[in-house]
């Protein structure tokens, strides 16, 4: 159990920067997730945190100690991998225990500790197995076994669902979230997957060419990103980015002027800052609306054409163009069938405006 | 039904007969020197005079073997391929550990604990397969003269174990870059260092590659005649350099029998490492399953 900090850390090799300048610090019993499309440095910065790879500059605290020039074991860290990185030769009770064994901890305590683990994971029938006798799902349970006998201070997990079909990938997330609620150990989890982030995580941290683009509790990322690459990367389907035109309102409130086939249209009621309607007053802007954020109004609605519904069980998609450019509500089933002509209401308080060039949301 | 599958399993019938019959020709023909070898190395002097080379032998006496094994002369020694056979044993076995364990911790170096250049390093190495062995022979003999090993067996097990570094460790790189990086990575975070992870983990996984790395070296360096003929002299040297001086010196009626057997003698070491090995070799590759 520690917080770790991340500060200003740099990763270059050669002239390549692979992580440029990433600070984040999580609390005691955090689960933090990175976030990020492959190559945007997450695995790299793991490895860092894990002594795997070196710090080219900046300081890695685990606890308040710097860890910078400590080797992997001396990090008081366990690691789960993405192929899961069991020991081939050895049983299941080999790999848990191999650890233990290293650092020289007696033969009673070892059985008691990976017995203690095997319940807790319920795999005290695979312990005599070796790892290719084992399915992916029970592969990855002996790997978060052998992560738990060491009561780390910190959990590494890279991308360890990955390899997992969509079933057991739901119940494997399931379970990891249970195990961090039960251990109330720190947690850092690299993931390519925004579902994977959001279901998990107390903090999430995205992350794109070596940049964290947004580090926040996962609400805060879903509801309000910190710049459109955020809100494309988070959410399925994904945010709707549409440009329009940012007023005053009569009010002195936001307001945006989008075109719709049928003419413009108008969303008022955007939370955005006094000074920032004043600064952006009659210039383009670029608004995020979530699918959920469009629902059937009576006429006073945005005139929308439906050109495609793709009907999911819980909810229809409505595919419709705003602005140019293709937006999804997700609106009730049978709310709307392709070639429709319906009327959507924006819920205007939840609108994201971003800046038209830097692309980072405005507030 | 029965009449629809008649027409079926006869034609399956044919072509298992052509199948079968064109193996057996095969083998057979292939087989035939070693048959010429049997037959001959059992059949006395007089009886090989006498008649054909083909033919079963009408009585069949170890004579030859014996005489091969504890009593042919070779030079001015009348010892038989003994102590030549001996002599070959302390050579291969320590060059086959040797080189093998070399090669097994270059292959790991070099895909585990990856440096600068460390690509390049490999690449010169790999130099030394392609390198004739008529290439480093005077060279070679320098060295060992420099190193007081000239015309030893330790100077022949220093020459074969660094020639056969340059396969040894081909074949470890190779076997290791297909074992995920990760295993290294988790036992360097359970505290592993660098022999720990070599012995308890990538040598265990290595098995089916290090009976081939064996079986490759054990028959290279038992069959070598150039090195042992180049690098040894007289008592010191090798079973197949005692072998050529028994069949090609020969005073009076060449010993025919006595030659065959010596020949069979001298290959029955790599015929046992084939036949007992190669079941481990498959054994190894089934129970193998390193990747997830």
């Known amino acids: ?363 | 039904m029965a009449t629809d599958r008649q027409p079926g399993r006869r034609s399956h019938m044919i072509g298992r007969v052509f199948i079968y019959g064109s193996l057996l020709g095969l083998a057979a023909f292939y087989l035939m020197p070693l048959w010429v070898m049997v037959a001959t190395s059992l059949k006395s002097l007089d009886e090989i005079y006498a008649g054909s080379f083909i033919g079963v032998p009408e009585k069949v006496t170890f004579e030859a073997w014996v005489k091969a094994w504890g009593t042919a002369c070779i030079g001015t020694k009348c010892d038989g391929l003994k102590p030549y056979f001996v002599n070959s044993l302390v050579m291969v076995i320590p060059a086959v550990v040797l080189s093998s364990g070399i090669g097994a911790i270059n292959g790991y170096v070099l895909t585990k604990w990856r440096f600068k250049g460390a690509n390049v390093v490999f690449g010169l190495l790999l130099f030394g397969c392609f390198l004739p062995f008529q290439a480093v022979l005077l060279p070679m003999a320098q060295i060992l003269g420099w190193l007081g090993l000239a015309g030893t067996i330790p100077g022949l097990v220093l020459v074969h174990t660094v020639y056969g570094i340059a396969f040894t460790t081909l074949f470890f790189r190779n076997y290791f870059v297909t074992i995920p990086d990760e295993l290294t990575k988790a036992a360097q975070i359970d505290g592993a260092g660098f022999f720990r992870i070599f012995f308890s983990i990538m040598l265990p996984a290595a098995l089916p590659i290090i009976v081939v790395s064996c079986i490759w070296q054990f028959t290279q360096i038992w069959n070598d005649f150039l090195f042992g003929v180049s690098f040894t002299a007289g008592d010191s040297s090798p079973v197949t350099v005692a072998l050529n001086n028994i069949v090609n010196v020969t005073m009076g009626r060449k010993q025919y029998n006595v030659d065959m057997a010596s020949a069979m003698i001298a290959a029955i070491p790599t015929l046992v490492v084939y036949v007992v090995a190669g079941r481990y070799f498959v054994r190894g590759l089934t129970a193998g399953a390193v990747k997830g």
């Open chain 1, 1 to 363: 159990m520690a917080t770790l900090e991340i500060e200003r850390v740099r990763k270059t090799y050669g002239n390549i920067d692979v992580l440029k300048e990433v600070s984040i610090s999580v609390g005691d019993g955090d689960f933090l997730v990175l976030l990020g499309p492959s190559g945007c440095g997450k695995s790299t910065l793991l490895n860092m945190i894990a002594g795997l790879e070196d710090i080219s500059s900046g300081e890695v605290r685990i606890g308040g100690e710097v860890v910078n020039d400590r080797s992997p074991k001396d990090r008081d860290i366990a690691m789960v991998f993405q192929s899961y990185a069991l020991y081939p030769t050895m049983t299941v009770r080999q790999n848990i225990e191999f650890g233990m064994k290293i650092r020289g901890v007696p033969p009673a305590e070892r059985a008691k500790a990976t017995q203690a683990a095997a319940e807790m994971l319920q795999m005290g029938h695979l312990l005599d197995r070796r790892p290719s006798q084992l399915s992916g799902g029970q592969r990855q349970r002996v790997a978060m076994g052998r992560a738990v006998v060491r009561e780390p201070k910190l959990f590494l997990f890279d991308e360890p669902l990955s390899n997992l079909d969509a079933k057991l990938r739901v119940d494997m997330r399931t379970e990891i979230k249970r195990l961090h609620q039960r251990l109330g150990t720190t947690i850092v989890y690299v993931t390519h997957d925004q579902i994977e982030a959001m279901t998990l995580a107390t903090r999430i941290a995205v992350m794109k060419d070596g940049i964290v683009q947004h580090f926040g509790p996962p609400q805060e990322v879903y509801d309000r990103p910190a710049n459109t690459y955020v809100a494309r990367f988070v959410g399925s389907p994904a945010m709707n980015i549409v440009s329009a035109t940012l007023h005053m309102g009569a009010d002195g409130g936001a307001e945006a002027t989008v075109s719709m086939p049928g003419g413009e249209a108008r969303i008022t009621g955007i939370p955005l800052s006094a000074a920032t309607i004043k600064g952006y007053h009659g210039q383009k802007v670029l608004l995020g609306i979530r699918p959920e954020h469009f629902s059937l109004a009576a006429e006073t609605g945005l005139p929308v054409l439906i050109d495609v519904v793709e009907p999911t069980g819980p909810d229809t998609l409505a595919v419709f163009t705003m602005s140019g450019t293709e937006v999804i509500a997700r609106l009730e089933p049978f709310a709307a069938a392709a070639g429709d002509r319906v009327s959507l209401a924006v819920k205007a308080d939840k609108v994201v405006v971003f800046d038209a060039a830097t692309e980072t949301r405005l507030d």
